[in-house]
């Protein structure tokens, strides 16, 4: 009995894949396409790329068939071998029903994929396959073609495509079809065209579909650039089902109630006794922001997050398997917030490298990332990152908005309520600092040099968590090779380390403190030295050379340095070029300062003293004052290469 | 009731001592290893190796124990290892040793999972990495894992190393092998004779053992020769065996180890395929001289054929026919090896054979140590008039006859039918990799405007045509910036034109223009002109303590001529002083000439080793010191 309902599952399933809705969609006759003047002599040009999107429903729920089609022409070597291994990836439960790849040589031959070519590999703990294969007889000038379809599990709570690349595009499509008592929300973003809506366009099913041709490359190679902020893409949602009756799905509302009763769930009693023996290990300490870091630490260091890790029954698991997915993570964290009277706020939001929060769009694909708000205390705390300790969180996440789940009491019962706001960089913290003295006094060929350094906030907090990472025998190597970024090859002396480990990320300044031979430093022309005083600081980023600027400058945070150099002189000299060492460049927004690097220098006593300050308070500007932003930067890296003149005087 | 209470007090004993005992061994790793969260308390690597049905049957126990030392040991709750087709996995298990309510209890691993490991080179492998994820992992807690391998094939028995990231407390590496079963052996890099080792019988086989305690993490120093120069370690083979009175050899000298590889590529391109043939011809058409035959040949596999590595099982070892390859448009050093002796053979080109190579990161010379350990790498030897070339062609940009940087000064096992030959690989010579610049610059208010002229060549031309690659527009003007930069970073390219012959072995050549804004330092009556504007090994001291030798992936030989041209007003004071380095291990020259009102600087400059040993440190650090206050020196003007 039980093999017939098997065989019979296996016969329906079969009949249905036979007919899924891109069975007989195959490759075209090939014809030469003319290319646009503009493209013909760029390394991949994609000729046309296809994207359809075939949403179903029946008893057992919705899902689609994704079909991807792209034609690329590849004119060079190195385009050949960036294409000539394709990986098609697929997720457990989603099926790859085809995958078709031809070769369409320069002099017209074909030659087309063998399944007996195709290999297959599956990462058992991200429950990720792929197909993969070399692609045969790929050579510069030929037209590689793709066909994939895929059945998966329709992505109806908001998803963004972006068509745009770093390679140009020909013409392409997309078409979403769906049944017609389903309707979108959608929007094209940076340029590319309106989508249309072609209602019962067959039987039952209607279609929003876009056209686009000739569409530029977008390069990624620009310094300070968001490069998925400026590309263009098509973001859609499913906004109502008229069948069901529900005319406003998706929305911020729908999300903040479900994800607040999902993480204020009520525990069995084995997980709240397990939760309450864990807060009684953490330390009751003062201030507020001490006692979110330390039951931070508790957990960080605990509690393993592991995204595909679902094997804990119920939460009291959680402490012997160490391990835990994002919602019991959560959970932890809202039962020990509780527990010590902290209130707290969920926010979900976006990597704004990856995809920016959309204020206009309310779809779940601005909520991929989180973060908890303590609205006491105006900070915030990245419960699934091991290395920010708040008020540290990752600095993508800032600088746009983010949904604030708002806990509301309605008499007995609190729901939690969305609300869109600003999450602000936590730009209180240390500013980076360096005091530098060079001692020209005891040696002017070889002086001895004393750096100290303080990287404050997140410069600091790249560093301290490799304390605790790299062992101790290989900790002092890294830094040995990043101190050379200072002492510019010179002799180590001394290298010391302040506020090292994960613990002090966010807390205190990463100090890193070198002593070294400053000889490298000092070039002789006659009886004058001359003092590479400006390398000190280190190399600085350039925008020397000019190119046209395609995307606005955006920076990872608002930053700040303040730098101080003192030149102890040696009796009877002077320095002859001061003029050298006073200049400042800003940038304005009207009559506020946005950016500024400037140096003054003053002389006291037997000392010279260069005092320097930079900062960028913004983490945007846009091209209309990209010019007067590469002069701050190029001012920082001129500093860099001031001499100092020392001659007797 | 008496008793009863007999045995709780035995139990609160017991919990009490395993617990002190946890703590107490926390205590004492954690002084012996500070800084360190994990220390590997026993990593045991068994070969058993036996005969059954006249057959060999290899089989390893691997076991590792671990402690967790602090609260971020914690974080480390999952241990990997490796199998594969040839070297399948039988069993595995793994438990924590935790205290729970007092008492140590062993906890069996909680989940495991599987996934491709390969190196990032390699397209597809066999090799699969298991991952095994524990529970309970605390301070004091102990993760203890096991699994059984067998090695199908006698001949490929792993290195065992005594290092790793993490310290070790006790690292053994045993054979246990049946009495008519002789083993070979040599230890690498154990200079003070850290490794113990034993020899013993147990229940009628034979025991060598080889242990080392005590074992710091391993450290990687920047230019360094890879692990196995540096790292303590066994390469242990089979010798022989016997069967029936009658021995059978396995591994001990080139012979054998040849034989065993002739079986790979006894078959290969036995069968001529049309299509190579005619491919053969077509390239090799209106050329007449052998050598130039077997270049165009060479050429045309770099061009057409892409690297594309398959590693699974004897994949790694076999290398396809010609026709496959020549179809496919890919493959690995071994296809592109088959496809060119193919090639050679079709264009009637004598003495073009296949060639076994370790790479550099491999420090062993086949009479040292004849076992598959030794190579790692296939390429094409071409023998003529007794000389010796070697191809190879996974270097799209590499010159004809010109060995690639990995493998220079390594050793090549040469096929020869049924024979072979050991040949050194040479180390290309500075003169050969040339990098030829001349620059002329004159001042413009606060700028050096400047022409210049750059020549590469050899191996140097190789290494920036792979870097430069397909980048066009702003991306390649920034490479070529980045390229011939000058000065400092306020080098300004505002011009260049690239002449990149067909033909690898001329020179990549761009001219160029470029601006140098503040470049000059001055004072109201001085100006002062840094004249050398291409530093090299200006950084390069070797660090204080340093233990592993220094490597250079290329020696090149630098030839810069700046003509500075003097500003009309100005009157030369002093103009820096010549000079000249030659030791063992570098030669430099550097001489000012001034000729009307240009000041000529001509610098000529290279290393002579790829290697520099410990013991030459000292002379290394002095030269660049000397180097470094040359470059120091200015032109003086009074203005």
Redesign the interface.
Same mark, same amino acid.
Request: charged share 35%; no cysteine.
């Given at each position: 009995m039980k093999i017939s309902f098997s065989f019979a599952a296996f016969l329906c399933a079969f009949v249905a894949f036979a007919q899924f809705p891109f069975h007989d969609y195959t490759y075209q006759e090939h014809k030469e396409i003319e290319l646009p003047l503009k493209y013909a002599n760029e390394n991949e040009i994609v000729l046309h790329k296809d994207l359809k999107i075939y949403l179903e429903t029946n008893a057992n729920g919705a899902f689609q068939y994704f079909l991807y089609h792209e034609k690329t022409l590849l004119n060079s070597d190195q385009a050949v071998e960036r294409n000539n291994r394709i990986y098609v990836p697929f997720r457990e439960g989603e099926q790859l029903l085809v995958n078709k790849v031809r070769v369409i040589g320069k002099n017209g031959k074909i030659t087309e994929l063998k399944k007996s070519d195709i290999l297959e590999e599956t990462d058992e703990e991200r429950g990720l396959s792929y197909q993969y294969y070399a692609v045969n007889g790929l050579e510069k000038g030929a037209v590689l073609e793709k066909i994939f379809v895929l059945r998966q599990t329709p992505e109806l709570r908001g998803k963004t495509v972006v068509f745009q690349e770093t390679d140009p595009i020909v013409k392409g499509s997309f078409e979403l079809i769906f049944p017609d008592h389903l309707q979108f929300k959608y929007k094209s973003a940076n340029g590319l065209p309106e989508a249309e809506l072609e209602q019962n366009y067959k039987t039952d099913f209607s279609k929003i579909s876009i056209t686009f041709g000739n569409i530029d490359a977008l390069p990624d190679d620009e310094l300070y650039s968001n490069w998925n902020a400026h590309a263009q893409k098509f973001t859609y949602k499913l906004q109502t089902n008229v069948v069901a009756g529900l005319f406003s799905l998706n929305t911020y509302n729908e999300f903040a109630q479900n994800i607040y009763a999902n993480l204020y769930t009520k525990h069995d009693k084995k997980s709240v006794k397990a939760l309450d023996q864990f807060a009684k290990k953490i330390k009751v300490v003062t201030p507020t922001l001490n006692q979110i870091r330390e039951i931070e630490r508790k957990v960080k260091e605990s509690i393993n997050f592991n995204r595909y890790y679902e094997d804990n029954k119920n939460l009291a698991e959680i402490f012997d398997s160490k391990q835990a997915n994002i919602l019991e993570i959560l959970q932890v964290y809202a039962y020990l917030f509780d527990k010590f009277n902290i209130p707290i706020e969920f926010v979900f939001t976006s990597d704004r490298a990856q995809h920016v929060f959309d204020d206009d769009f309310d779809t779940y694909d601005n909520l991929k990332e989180i973060l908890i708000y303590f609205p006491n205390d105006k900070i915030f705390m990245e419960p699934l990152s091991f290395e920010y300790r708040a008020p540290l969180f990752s600095f993508t996440f800032a600088g746009q908005n983010g949904l604030f789940i708002v806990p509301k009491e309605f008499g007995k019962m609190t729901i939690g309520v969305p609300v869109i706001k600003k999450i602000e960089h936590p730009t209180s913290l240390s500013p980076n600092t360096l005091n530098i003295s060079i001692n020209l006094r005891e040696d002017i060929n070889n002086p001895t040099v004393v750096s100290k350094k303080y990287f404050g906030g997140y410069a600091g907090a790249q560093l301290q968590p490799l304390k605790d990472m790299v062992p101790p025998e290989i900790y002092p190597e890294l830094f040995r090779q990043f101190a050379e970024n200072y002492t510019q090859g010179g002799e180590l002396l001394k290298m010391e380390f302040e506020n090292e480990g994960t613990e002090k990320v966010g807390l205190l300044p990463f100090g890193f403190h070198l002593t070294y031979e400053g000889g490298v430093l000092i070039q002789k022309a006659a009886d004058v030295y001359l003092l590479r005083l400006g390398e000190t600081i280190g190399q600085q980023l350039e925008f020397y050379q000019d190119h046209e600027r395609i995307l606005p400058v955006e920076i990872d945070f608002p930053a700040r340095y303040q730098r101080t150099i003192t030149i102890l002189m040696p009796e009877g000299f002077t320095l002859a070029n001061p003029e050298d060492f006073n200049f400042v460049e800003r940038v304005f927004d009207g009559e506020v300062i946005i950016a500024e690097f400037s140096v003054k220098t003053r002389v006291d006593g037997n000392k010279i003293i260069v005092e320097n300050e930079e900062f960028y308070s913004r983490i945007h500007y846009p091209l209309s004052i990209f010019k007067d932003y590469t002069r701050v930067i190029n001012a920082a890296a001129d500093f860099n290469k001031r001499v100092a003149v020392i001659k007797k005087k | 009731m008496r008793y009863c209470g007999q045995i709780l007090f035995l139990f609160l004993f017991v919990c009490h001592f395993w617990a002190v005992k946890a703590q107490d061994l926390v205590e004492i790793y954690k002084n012996k290893y500070?800084?360190?969260?994990e220390v590997m308390l026993s990593n045991k690597h068994t070969y058993h190796i036996r005969l059954e049905k006249n057959k060999l049957k290899i089989t390893q126990d691997n076991t590792f124990e671990s402690l967790i030392l602090t609260?971020?040991g914690?974080?480390n +709750?999952s241990e990997s290892f490796s199998f594969s087709d040839l070297v399948p996995l039988k069993s595995f298990d793994g438990y924590t040793m935790a205290m729970v309510n007092g008492k140590e209890r062993k +906890?069996p691993f909680?989940?495991f999972?599987?996934?491709?490991s390969r190196e990032s080179f390699v397209?597809?492998d066999d090799v699969k990495e298991r991952?095994i994820?524990f529970?309970? &992992?605390d301070i004091g807690s102990r993760k203890i894992y096991s699994y059984q391998s067998e090695f199908l094939d006698p001949f490929l028995l792993h290195r065992h190393i005594f290092a790793d990231?993490? #310290?070790i407390n006790q690292s053994i590496f045993e054979m246990v092998v049946d009495k008519n079963i002789e083993i070979g052996y040599k230890v690498f890099n154990d200079p003070l004779n850290r490794i113990k080792f034993e020899k013993s019988e147990r229940k009628g086989q034979t025991v060598y053992s080889w242990s080392m305690d005590n074992i710091? #993490?391993f450290? +990687?120093? !920047?230019n360094h020769p890879g692990i196995l120069h540096t790292a303590p370690h066994i390469v242990a083979y089979i010798k022989k065996y016997e069967v029936n009175n009658q021995s059978n050899q396995v591994l001990g000298d080139i012979d054998l180890l040849y034989k065993y590889y002739l079986d790979f590529v006894k078959n290969l391109n036995l069968q001529t395929d049309p299509n190579v043939e005619a491919l053969a011809l077509k390239i090799t058409e209106n050329i007449n001289d052998e050598s130039e035959k077997l270049k165009a040949i060479f050429q045309w596999v770099q061009?057409?054929i892409?690297?594309?590595a398959f590693e699974n099982a004897y994949e790694g070892f076999v290398p396809r026919e010609a026709k496959t390859v020549y179809?496919?448009?890919?493959g690995d050093c071994k296809d592109m090896s088959s496809l060119i002796t193919a090639l050679a053979k079709s264009a009637g080109i004598p003495n073009v054979n296949l060639a076994w190579v370790g790479t550099r990161r491999i420090p062993y010379g086949y009479a040292e140590l004849a076992t598959p350990a030794v190579d790692d790498h296939m390429i094409v030897a071409y023998e003529k008039d007794g000389k010796y070339m070697f191809l190879d062609a996974t270097d799209?940009e590499l010159p004809f006859g010109l060995p690639s940087n990995f493998i220079q000064g390594k050793e090549a096992l040469v096929q020869k039918g049924d024979n072979f030959s050991v040949v050194k690989i040479p180390v290309v010579d500075p003169k050969k990799n040339l990098q030829i610049e001349s620059v002329s610059l004159r001042f413009e208010n606060t700028k050096c405007i400047g022409v210049g002229n750059a020549k590469m060549s050899g191996l140097l031309r190789s290494y920036v045509q792979n870097e430069l690659?397909?980048a066009?527009n702003?991306?390649r003007?920034?490479k070529i910036?980045g390229l011939l930069q000058k000065g !400092? !970073?306020?080098? &300004? *390219?505002t011009h260049f034109e690239e002449n990149i012959p067909d033909d690898k072995n001329q020179a990549y050549e761009v001219s160029y223009a470029f601006e140098l804004d503040?470049?000059l330092?001055?004072?109201?009556n001085?100006m002062?002109i840094?004249p050398i504007l291409d530093k090299s090994l200006?950084?390069? *001291?070797i660090?204080?303590g340093r233990t592993s030798d220094f490597v250079l992936d290329f020696l090149i030989h630098q030839d810069f001529t700046y003509e500075w041209q003097m500003p009309a007003n100005a009157e030369i004071?002093?103009i820096p002083e010549a000079l000249k380095i030659e030791n063992d291990l570098l030669y430099v020259s550097i001489n000012y000439e001034k000729r009307a009102n240009v000041i000529h600087v001509h610098m000529q400059l290279h290393v002579k080793k790829l290697t520099i040993k410990a013991s030459e440190f000292e002379l290394w650090n002095q030269s660049i010191r000397m180097l470094?206050a040359a470059f120091?020196? !200015? +032109?003086?003007l009074k203005i």
């Open positions: - | 500070p800084g360190h969260h609260e971020m914690r974080k +709750i +906890i909680k989940t999972s599987d996934k491709s397209f597809y991952k994820t529970s309970n &992992v990231y993490k #310290p710091t #993490p450290k +990687i120093e !920047n061009q057409h892409k690297y594309v179809e496919r448009k890919f799209r690659g397909d066009k702003r991306a003007q920034e910036r !400092n !970073n306020r080098f &300004v *390219l503040n470049y330092v001055s004072t109201s001085q002062f840094n200006e950084r390069m *001291l660090e204080k004071t002093y470094r120091a020196e !200015n +032109i003086v």
